[in-house]
């Protein structure tokens, strides 16, 4: 299976600030990396898709970037919306696996 | 617009027996690979089965292999979940996800809001 490993697990950030995820894989998973955003007691959302690739109706501040085996998640201009739980996934190989999340506190 | 609405989720004795399901709509069923994950309240994301487009293939998480049956019914654009012998490790919210794509690969674009499965004495 593919470990995937997500840090931080929580950090703290203002309003306008900009925040950093990093999902690093055990194996190289070329562009099947996806990250979701989880607010309390609400499902996942799909943000980002195959690395770089911003759902539909997603904010622009949000993007990912990243290749073979180290990924990143960046927002630019946090936004109070935008305090959640961040996970990043591996699609490339069943099963597929999460990262341990990471909280965006203010 | 897409909606995928679990039901079925019950408080159950370890070692009994449930099926969830998931009833879609808003897309053409048959076209997409579905899937469930779960999550333990307050825990990470774990995926636990999928099916491809037509039933033809199916795949599990090494935890439920051999205990959860993914199927699914194109008839009543439906997704379902036999667990059997269940643990109390297997308490979780669980979610009914629709592919992106009709490839396995694709990333999980739909999630249903999730139905609570808790197995307790």
């Known amino acids: 299976d593919i470990q995937m490993t997500q840090s931080p697990s929580s950090l703290s950030a203002s309003v306008g600030d900009r925040v950093t995820v990093t999902c690093r894989t055990s194996?190289?998973?070329?562009?099947?990396l996806n990250w979701y955003q989880q607010k309390p007691g609400k499902a996942p959302k799909l943000l980002i898709y195959?690395?770089?690739n911003l759902q539909s109706g997603v904010p622009s501040r949000f993007s990912g970037s990243g290749s073979g085996t180290d990924f990143t998640l960046t927002i630019t201009n946090l936004q109070p919306e935008d305090f959640a739980t961040y996970y990043c996934?591996?699609?490339?190989?069943?099963?597929?696996?999460f990262g341990q999340g990471t909280k965006v506190e203010i | 617009e897409v909606l995928l609405v679990e039901s079925g989720g019950v408080v159950v004795q370890p070692g009994g027996s449930l099926t969830l399901s998931c009833a879609a709509s808003?897309?053409?069923?048959?076209?997409?690979?579905m899937h469930w994950v779960r999550q333990v309240p307050g825990k990470g994301l774990e995926w636990v089965s999928l099916?491809?487009?037509?039933?033809?293939?199916?795949d599990y998480a090494h935890s439920v292999r051999g205990r959860f049956t993914i199927s699914r019914d194109s008839s009543q654009s439906s997704l379902f979940l036999q667990m059997s012998s269940l643990r109390s490790a297997d308490t979780a919210f669980y979610y009914c996800?629709?592919?992106?794509?009709?490839?396995?690969?694709?990333?999980?674009?739909?999630w249903g809001r999730g139905t609570l499965v808790t197995v307790s004495s």
């Open positions: 996934q591996q699609s490339y190989s069943i099963p597929s696996t």
């Open positions: 195959a690395v770089s």
């Open positions: 194996h190289t998973i070329t562009n099947f």
């Open positions: 996800v629709k592919g992106m794509f009709s490839s396995s690969q694709s990333a999980f674009h739909h």
């Open positions: 099916i491809n487009w037509d039933g033809s293939s199916t």
């Open positions: 808003g897309f053409t069923f048959d076209d997409y690979t």
